[in-house]
T-cell receptor, first 116, second 110 residues
């Protein structure tokens, strides 16, 4: 079946602009995660949704970052007033169970965001 | 979540077994041991996980020390497609997020 998809695959924007990154999880997966990966580093957790609600947003770096999942499926990560330091690959994952219950997370290919 | 320690890099010859070590001396009794890998320009991919007993699946085997303070991911016959960064991650029961370290970069030599 279809895996996790993310659009766009690449996004180039200018400092100060607003961007939206989209994630389509695997159908039926109630849990959805956003991670950010800087060059040479492992992915870093941003936010976790269970259904429509953000169950854990402790990884969002500041209030310029916001994510929604209004119908419990597709999610959008929104970044306001982008800064050059926001440049990274943004990864989305979905799962049936949380990782701490043995759940497997399935990752999308990521969106590479470049802020000029 | 408890911390893991992995070598920064390893090399292996193609078609030979690979043993990727992970130390987790502060593991708690409810921590699952997960392994993910990330191929170049792709998102991470689940490999295997376990709690106390050794585990096998079509991709790999996971050998867990009796005291659970270390584990080893075993690729039985490495191919060039196994070249990736391998992450060993501990996840406490009920926790939802993966905390990645820097992993082990595995290079396969043809």
């Amino acid at each position: 079946g279809a895996g996790v998809s993310q659009t766009p695959s690449n996004k180039v924007t200018e400092k100060g602009k607003y961007v939206e990154l989209r994630c389509d999880p695997i159908s039926g997966h109630t849990a959805l995660y956003w991670y950010r990966q800087s060059l040479g580093q492992g992915p870093e957790f941003l936010i976790y949704f269970q259904g429509t609600g953000a169950a854990d947003d402790s990884g969002l770096p500041n209030d310029r970052f916001f994510a929604v999942r209004p119908e419990g499926s597709v999610s959008t990560l929104k970044i306001q007033r982008t800064e050059r330091g926001d440049s990274a690959v943004y990864l989305c994952a979905s799962s049936l169970q949380v990782a701490g219950e043995g759940g497997t997370q399935y990752f999308g290919p990521g969106t590479r965001l470049t802020v000029l | 979540d408890a911390k893991t320690t992995q070598p920064n890099s390893m090399e292996s010859n193609e078609e030979e077994p690979v043993h990727l070590p992970c130390n987790h001396s502060t593991i708690s009794g409810t921590d699952y041991i997960h392994w993910y890998r990330q191929l170049p320009s792709q998102g991470p991919e689940y490999v295997i996980h376990g709690l106390t007993s050794n585990v096998n699946n079509r991709m790999a085997s996971l050998a867990i020390a009796e005291d659970r303070k270390s584990s080893t991911l075993i690729l039985h016959r490495a191919t060039l497609r196994d070249a990736a960064v391998y992450y060993c991650i501990l996840i406490d029961f009920g926790n939802e997020k993966l905390t990645f370290g820097t992993g082990t970069r595995l290079t396969i030599i043809p």
